[in-house]
């Protein structure tokens, strides 16, 4: 029997699969868990074996799984909180039981991720120190494809490499900051395609709204990404009618699972007494009465070189390029970011330094990501377009 | 001119994966054979006092167990213990205490020494 589907359809396999994983997790349907992940594997194993795609980028996937399957995870995050929760949900019978969770573990953290990988545990009935991570590096590959379809010959392996330059260590490591950058510049490239560029519509608004459920149960800072990107659609909605109503009210929604899990973690956190907050209100107001916590904030930004190297390019072709529907949707979005990052320390219960030192370079990758591909993207339909 | 700008970024994704690889994270080939073998961890880097106690967790089948005050107050001794003696759990309200080895606490009572580890059972406050 002969059967043959496009990238597009490829990509929303990846994406409904990855959802479906999850459901059948907190179901704790055994039987569906363990058909998913074989599902999902020999989804794979079609895409790097028998897909028509650009053998780099299958190499590039292949080499980061084989490399992913050959590192101890040792990163403290990765370790504490993400790695933790997978084997939480490995091992336990009822998921639900958040408030039981050690605090340092962050029981109210969005748990996408972990929960995903732990089905590929669950399918494999044994926990080791090495294999649950593939589950977390696994969630990078939709968003991936999509992206280097937007990219062909040597532009898609300047993304690859621009990738890799940007995030590093993270498509291995077990962390989650990589992924939201990933999953970011997909809905941000979607958001500009979807209002301004009005090719292959239904697909690009199923792929946003898988996009957007996950990216936004990734971490808080994706919800607040998914709801960045909400608000440019519904700008674009009331003042520009440049998408109709049944969009935004599918864009609307894929914000809604994270909205009640932020609703349910508010009250485990209260009732249970789990104190599992690192911000306070007061600290905001508190900090914000002195400069210098401001400027210190804003020096542990710009002191990281690939964030300014992204702003600079950026910069340099804002006015080259033709498209500036894209270049302004997203400085918007992306300053808007920089400024909802800016209050966020500002409210922290941490001491400020510490918690930027701890934290500073990693927050800030999906704009450091953005700005170069987003400049990288415009070069290309620039090209395309002449 | 083309075929050398591929070249070059193609040798750039190498040359960054062989770094990241090098540098930035703990990577080895043997671990690839061992990624589906039961409870392999490889070389990570546990204080031996995690091992010793996962290993007497598993002996003995303790299911709920508590840490002394000098385990929590170590904050990486504190938190790779929990998460590595995972399914077995912490509980402040377990009287069976793990305490690093020699360690004397008021109103506990030593049940067997270990190498790095001894247990105790504790009178809770």
Same mark, same amino acid.
């Given at each position: 029997?002969?059967?043959?589907?496009?990238?597009?359809?490829?990509?929303?396999?990846?994406?409904?699969?990855?959802?479906?994983?999850?459901?059948?997790?907190?179901?704790?349907? %055994?039987?569906?868990?363990?058909?998913?992940?074989?599902?999902?594997?020999?989804?794979?194993?079609?895409?790097?074996?028998?897909?028509?795609?650009?053998?780099?980028?299958?190499?590039?996937?292949?080499?980061?799984?084989?490399? /992913?399957?050959?590192?101890?995870?040792?990163?403290?995050?990765?370790?504490?909180?993400?790695?933790?929760?997978?084997?939480?949900?490995?091992?336990?019978?009822?998921?639900? /039981?958040?408030?039981?969770?050690?605090?340092?573990?962050?029981?109210?953290?969005?748990?996408?991720?972990?929960?995903?990988?732990?089905?590929?545990?669950?399918?494999?009935?044994?926990?080791?120190?090495?294999?649950?991570?593939?589950?977390?590096?696994?969630?990078?590959?939709?968003?991936?494809?999509?992206?280097?379809?937007?990219?062909?010959?040597?532009?898609?392996?300047?993304?690859?490499?621009?990738?890799?330059?940007?995030?590093?260590?993270?498509?291995?490591?077990?962390?989650?900051?990589?992924?939201?950058?990933?999953?970011?510049?997909?809905?941000?490239?979607?958001?500009?395609?979807?209002?301004?560029?009005?090719?292959?519509?239904?697909?690009?608004?199923?792929?946003?709204?898988?996009?957007?459920?996950?990216?936004?149960?990734?971490?808080?800072?994706?919800?607040?990404?998914?709801?960045?990107?909400?608000?440019?659609?519904?700008?674009?909605?009331?003042?520009?009618?440049?998408?109709?109503?049944?969009?935004?009210?599918?864009?609307?929604?894929?914000?809604?699972?994270?909205?009640?899990?932020?609703?349910?973690?508010?009250?485990?956190?209260?009732?249970?007494?789990?104190?599992?907050?690192?911000?306070?209100? %007061?600290?905001?107001?508190?900090?914000?009465? /002195?400069?210098?916590?401001?400027?210190?904030?804003?020096?542990?930004?710009?002191?990281?070189?690939?964030?300014?190297?992204?702003?600079?390019?950026?910069?340099?072709?804002?006015?080259?390029?033709?498209?500036?529907?894209?270049?302004?949707?997203?400085?918007?979005?992306?300053?808007?970011?920089?400024?909802?990052?800016?209050?966020?320390?500002?409210?922290?219960?941490?001491?400020?330094?510490?918690?930027?030192?701890?934290?500073?370079?990693?927050?800030?990758?999906?704009?450091?990501?953005?700005?170069?591909?987003?400049?990288?993207?415009?070069?290309?339909?620039?090209?395309?377009?002449? | 001119?083309?075929?050398?700008?591929?070249?070059?970024?193609?040798?750039?994704?190498?040359?960054?994966?062989?770094?990241?690889?090098?540098?930035?994270?703990?990577?080895?080939?043997?671990?690839?054979?061992?990624?589906?073998?039961?409870?392999?961890?490889?070389?990570?880097?546990?204080?031996?006092?995690?091992?010793?106690?996962?290993?007497?967790?598993?002996?003995?089948?303790?299911?709920?167990?508590?840490?002394?005050?000098?385990?929590?107050?170590?904050?990486?001794?504190?938190?790779?213990?929990?998460?590595?003696?995972?399914?077995?759990?912490?509980?402040?309200?377990?009287?069976?205490?793990?305490?690093?080895?020699?360690?004397?606490?008021?109103? *506990?009572?030593?049940?067997?020494?270990?190498?790095?580890?001894?247990?105790?059972? *504790?009178?809770?406050?």
């Amino acid at each position: 029997m002969y059967f043959k589907i496009n990238l597009s359809q490829l990509i929303i396999s990846f994406y409904f699969l990855i959802i479906l994983s999850c459901i059948t997790m907190l179901l704790n349907f %055994e039987l569906l868990i363990i058909i998913n992940s074989l599902v999902f594997l020999f989804t794979l194993i079609y895409l790097i074996f028998f897909f028509r795609i650009n053998i780099i980028f299958k190499i590039f996937i292949f080499l980061l799984i084989l490399i /992913n399957l050959s590192t101890i995870t040792t990163s403290w995050d990765a370790r504490s909180i993400w790695l933790f929760k997978t084997k939480i949900f490995f091992y336990e019978e009822n998921i639900f /039981n958040f408030h039981k969770h050690p605090q340092f573990s962050h029981p109210t953290y969005p748990f996408i991720a972990p929960l995903f990988a732990s089905t590929f545990v669950k399918s494999l009935k044994f926990w080791n120190e090495i294999f649950p991570k593939i589950g977390i590096f696994f969630l990078y590959l939709p968003p991936l494809m999509f992206l280097s379809s937007k990219f062909k010959k040597n532009y898609l392996y300047a993304f690859l490499s621009i990738s890799l330059f940007v995030q590093g260590k993270y498509f291995i490591n077990g962390e989650i900051d990589g992924l939201i950058s990933i999953y970011f510049l997909t809905s941000l490239i979607l958001t500009y395609e979807i209002i301004f560029n009005k090719h292959d519509q239904k697909k690009n608004i199923i792929i946003i709204f898988f996009n957007n459920i996950i990216l936004s149960l990734l971490k808080f800072e994706g919800t607040v990404l998914v709801l960045l990107t909400c608000f440019m659609f519904f700008i674009h909605f009331i003042f520009r009618k440049k998408i109709n109503s049944k969009t935004l009210v599918l864009i609307m929604l894929s914000v809604v699972p994270s909205i009640l899990w932020l609703l349910y973690s508010i009250k485990i956190n209260n009732v249970y007494q789990l104190n599992d907050s690192s911000f306070g209100l %007061e600290n905001l107001i508190y900090r914000l009465n /002195n400069f210098d916590n401001l400027m210190l904030i804003v020096s542990f930004f710009l002191s990281d070189e690939k964030f300014l190297l992204g702003i600079l390019l950026f910069f340099v072709f804002f006015f080259k390029t033709n498209n500036k529907d894209l270049n302004y949707l997203t400085l918007t979005i992306l300053s808007l970011y920089f400024i909802i990052l800016v209050m966020i320390y500002l409210s922290t219960n941490f001491d400020l330094s510490w918690h930027l030192q701890s934290s500073a370079n990693r927050v800030i990758k999906p704009l450091t990501l953005s700005f170069i591909v987003i400049t990288l993207y415009n070069i290309n339909l620039n090209k395309l377009k002449k | 001119m083309n075929k050398l700008i591929k070249f070059f970024l193609v040798i750039s994704i190498v040359v960054q994966l062989f770094y990241i690889i090098s540098n930035k994270v703990r990577f080895h080939p043997k671990y690839l054979l061992s990624s589906l073998k039961e409870d392999y961890i490889g070389d990570l880097d546990l204080p031996q006092e995690t091992l010793e106690i996962k290993k007497i967790i598993q002996e003995k089948n303790i299911k709920v167990f508590n840490l002394s005050d000098k385990f929590k107050n170590d904050e990486f001794l504190y938190q790779r213990t929990i998460e590595f003696a995972y399914p077995s759990k912490f509980s402040k309200h377990s009287n069976i205490f793990f305490e690093i080895i020699d360690e004397i606490n008021p109103g *506990c009572e030593i049940l067997s020494k270990n190498n790095y580890t001894q247990i105790s059972k *504790c009178i809770l406050k």
